[in-house]
């Protein structure tokens, strides 16, 4: 074997590797896109949503379906368990807390209300991720399948040489994923709820004279984001062991793939979550593997520094 | 003295906490006070940036954790002590601070917040990486009291006490400056700010080094109170998260509101800690995170700002004042108006010298495929008001953010006085002497309209009395004396655009722009700000203004610059442009065809 087939074969690892973490990335960055990009919520706490997402799956996992459906298929069932009640947690998270600092009670609030939005998910936050502690532990925990074990041998595609390993478990999250954000597209541009939710964060003074309630569509708007990032999390979870804390960490890393995409374009959510993807498995080849999120962190500063308006947004401030 | 004698009851206070830390005995106790008061100066390094700016930091830790990580391995690899890291610490939290800044400002609002959250978090992975897990001050035998390390822990709390009151007096001395000014002017409208002549980069810089240097200085001191430094210790997302809270609990943009905020919050977390930290992990977090989505919900400034504004309005209330505006001051105010209009019934003969005061050559901006301006030149003369007319989305507010500096052209060139300013920061060219106003209006809300017409002093006083006496004329000028002590939020629109007017006037332009001053005016307002402007002209100040009503303009200026799609479609006196062909059929519509 070759040094240039050794490093062929590594690349190839980081690249198929950063493909799959990619697409639950890219649907992660959706759910936020769906808060941050349309209806310009600030919110910290969605990676903390993601977590309870993981932590849900997790309990329907071990209660439930793994006696049920076995290893094999429990986990998946888990997770669509766990999408309906993250939807309720996130429609009463906007009932009761964050419809106060949103719409129209904004007005009179300073930077349009996002630097209490800002704080105020950073109280939700909070709350998360020490009532997680309280109630699971501090310790790492994952929903366990044989399928994170195994994977699908690609090759030898060089000779006899440079094989590529795709571990089954993250690439059925990955292919759920993406089934996820085709059928959220459709339901977005065809569907007459997805409409009026576009409405509603295109104009919604115009919507409300359209007759569209704009606080309901804020609020499924909302919960929507929560659940989505919660499926992705749910997905992260059967390869990826967590803990309460766990959502600090991803929360730059969905800003950053909504910022990279473009703030206000879903599906430009997603691509930019999977850029985010490649470029922290591309970055294990050259860095040590303690400083990848490090690497995130930088991307991060540097696309919001030199591109804040994303890779096909424009801006434009008036004087 | 008189900001000495204003923080008054602050040593009071210290001193009865003081007495009172000093009788404590329980250890456990005495950390408790000696962090109260850790907390309240790491508060007021956030407020220093976050409360006056504005700009909202989620990554204080990152200064508060170089301060700590360099103390503590200062003193392992190097011997160096505590107390000469202190100070060290406040210096690479300044530097720190300026690097942090540099990219940073760049961004506003909740990508600012964002942005600054990364660095601390980043610097977590950094610092695992490079072995620091944990890191812990080695005892000292000899020489103990040298290296800090005191067997009587309440001298800690006097150290933190002295610290607490030398960083509350600095607040006040910023707040009561120059300095604070220009940091509560950028808060409330950046560009504003920036047009009223503060370098607002410059500030913002000074204010994060400052405040930067704080922290990292608390941080040094936080480590050798607990003698064992961590990442997530220092660095972590509660570290940052505690400054903000006790800042915002307490309220923000005040010398009070970290203290009061890390005088409840503390406390409480801490002992909900201790009482039920060992059978509820994370009591502490989940408290923390509840007083901040309360304070948020019920107080969105914090307590301080909550508990005046009740005071205040108790206080009116008994005083009977009510919250209509006084009508002897409108009654003054009518007057003066009245008086300006007067002084220029007969139209004083304005002298236009040959000094070309502002020459525009070639100017060109587009915005993607879009040319917004495209090859204008023109000239103005030293005492003339030329009238900038054309449709929407012609091009003239465009052509001023390209004057006064917002944007930079693609091409051209802007001569002021002879001197090319193509580049310059609009604070540049206030202190060049080109005033601006905005078409939509951009006063400091929470300000009086005499502080509101000082921000724009600024850029040509040589003191803060020179500052307020340049303010007072300019209040004076535009016939806003009655009411200059009223919040700039109480005013009518009228109001408004003359202390913009006046904001503009106090920086002693030569040459001012206004971008459509009498929008929004009603038709008798219009004559009063027409009059003010005319009488401004008669004072020798050049004036460009911006307008789409054309019968207002035609009484007021000597020349027309008429704008079309970005391109100049003809200049000159107002006689020849609205009979121009061109002008009357390509823009000023059928109408005025007719008429013609």
């Known amino acids: 074997m070759t040094e240039l087939q050794i490093l062929t074969e590594a690349f190839l690892q980081a690249l198929a590797t950063g493909l799959q973490v990619g697409a639950i990335y890219g649907l992660m960055c959706v759910g936020l896109a769906m808060i941050f990009g349309i209806m310009r919520v600030i919110n910290f706490a969605q990676g903390d949503f993601m977590m309870l997402g993981m932590f849900t799956a997790l309990f329907f996992f071990s209660m439930v379906t793994q006696a049920i459906f076995g290893p094999y298929v429990g986990p998946y069932v888990a997770v669509t368990l766990a999408a309906p009640v993250m939807f309720g947690v996130g429609y009463l998270i906007h009932m009761t807390l964050i419809s106060g600092v949103t719409g129209s009670r904004t007005a009179k609030l300073e930077g349009d209300g996002h630097y209490a939005q800002l704080i105020l998910t950073l109280g939700i936050s909070l709350i998360l991720q020490n009532g997680a502690m309280m109630l699971f532990g501090p310790q790492l925990v994952s929903i366990r399948t044989p399928l994170s074990s195994k994977a699908v041998e690609i090759g030898p595609l060089w000779g006899e040489w440079v094989t590529v390993f795709i571990n089954q478990g993250r690439g059925i999250a990955a292919i759920i994923s993406v089934i996820v954000i085709v059928c959220l597209s459709v339901m977005i541009t065809r569907s007459r709820l997805g409409k009026s939710l576009r409405a509603a964060a295109d104009n919604p003074d115009a919507s409300i004279y359209m007759g569209i309630d704009v606080n309901n569509a804020h609020r499924i708007a909302f919960a929507l984001g929560t659940m989505i990032t919660a499926i992705a999390g749910g997905l992260l979870a059967t390869n990826y062991p967590f803990h309460p804390f766990v959502g600090v960490e991803f929360v730059i890393i969905m800003y950053a793939g909504v910022v990279l995409g473009g703030v206000g374009s879903i599906l430009g959510a997603f691509w930019g979550g999977m850029a985010i993807g490649l470029v922290q498995q591309l970055s294990t080849l050259v860095l040590p593997t303690q400083l990848q999120n490090a690497a995130i962190f930088v991307v991060f500063l540097l696309i919001v520094t030199l591109r804040p308006q994303g890779l096909f947004g424009r801006v434009s401030e008036r004087t | ?596």
């Open chain 2, 1 to 596: 003295m008189t900001i000495l004698r204003s923080l008054l009851p602050v040593f009071i206070i210290a001193a009865v906490y003081f007495v009172a830390a000093m009788m404590v005995t329980n250890s456990y106790h005495q950390l408790l006070l000696t962090l109260v008061l850790v907390w309240a100066c790491f508060g007021l390094a956030w407020n220093m940036l976050s409360g006056y700016t504005g700009l909202i930091s989620f990554g204080h830790a990152a200064f508060f954790g170089l301060g700590a990580y360099a103390t503590v391995l200062a003193q392992i690899n190097f011997g160096i002590s505590p107390i000469i890291m202190i100070p060290a610490s406040g210096v690479i939290g300044a530097i720190a601070g300026i690097l942090i800044g540099m990219p940073t400002f760049r961004l506003r609002g909740h990508y600012f917040a964002l942005a600054m959250l990364a660095y601390p978090l980043a610097l977590v992975y950094v610092f695992d990486w490079l072995g620091y897990q944990e890191v812990t001050f080695p005892l000292m035998r000899e020489n103990a009291a040298w290296f800090m390390q005191f067997s009587d822990r309440r001298v800690y709390t006097a150290i933190a006490l002295v610290m607490l009151l030398t960083f509350m007096i600095i607040t006040r001395l910023v707040e009561r400056s120059r300095f604070g000014m220009s940091l509560i002017a950028i808060k409330q409208n950046e560009a504003a700010a920036e047009a009223a002549g503060i370098n607002t980069l410059e500030w913002k810089l000074k204010a994060i080094a400052l405040s930067g240097a704080m922290a990292s200085m608390t941080g040094a001191f936080y480590s050798i109170v607990l003698l064992v430094v961590t990442p997530q210790s220092v660095f972590g997302m509660l570290v940052s998260a505690q400054a903000l809270t006790v800042a915002m609990f307490g309220g923000v943009g005040t010398v009070w509101g970290p203290v009061i905020g890390a005088a409840f919050i503390i406390p409480v977390g801490d002992i909900l800690h201790a009482e039920l930290g060992s059978s509820f992990p994370g009591i502490q977090g989940v408290i923390l995170g509840m007083a901040i989505v309360l304070v948020i919900l019920v107080a969105p400034e914090g307590v301080f700002w909550k508990v005046r504004d009740y005071l205040a309005r108790r206080k009116a209330k008994r005083d009977g004042i009510s919250d209509q505006p006084d009508a002897a001051a409108e009654a003054s105010l009518a007057t003066t108006a009245f008086e300006i209009a007067q002084k220029t019934t007969i139209p004083a003969k304005r002298t236009i010298s040959d000094e070309i005061i502002l020459d525009v050559r070639n100017i060109s901006k587009s915005f993607g495929g879009l040319k917004a301006v495209e090859d204008v030149s023109f000239e103005v003369r030293r005492g003339m008001i030329l009238g900038i007319i054309g449709p929407n989305g012609a091009g003239k507010t465009t052509l001023f953010n390209l004057l006064n500096g917002f944007i930079k052209p693609d091409q051209g060139n802007v001569f002021v006085k002879g001197t090319d300013m193509v580049g310059k920061r609009p604070h540049a060219l206030a202190a060049a002497r080109v005033g601006r106003t905005f078409q939509v209006m951009r006063p400091f809300m929470r300000m009086t309209v005499a502080q509101n017409v000082k921000v724009g002093a600024y850029v040509h006083a040589k003191s803060e009395t020179h500052a307020e006496q340049l303010a007072e004329e300019a209040v004076h000028r535009v016939g806003l004396s009655a009411i200059e002590d009223q919040l700039a939020s109480t005013l009518t629109t009228k109001q408004l655009r003359l202390m913009e007017l006046g904001r503009a006037l106090a920086g002693q332009p030569e040459i001012l722009l206004l971008d459509e001053t009498l929008a929004g005016l009603g038709h008798s307002e219009v004559g009063d700000v027409v009059d003010a402007i005319r009488s401004l002209a008669d004072e020798g100040v050049t004036i460009v203004i911006i307008e789409h009503t054309m019968q207002a303009m035609v009484r007021l200026v000597d020349q027309f610059l008429v704008l079309d799609h970005g391109e100049v479609l003809v200049q000159g006196d107002p006689q020849a442009v609205t009979k121009d062909r061109r002008v009357v059929e390509a823009y000023l519509g059928k109408k005025w065809s007719e008429n013609a």
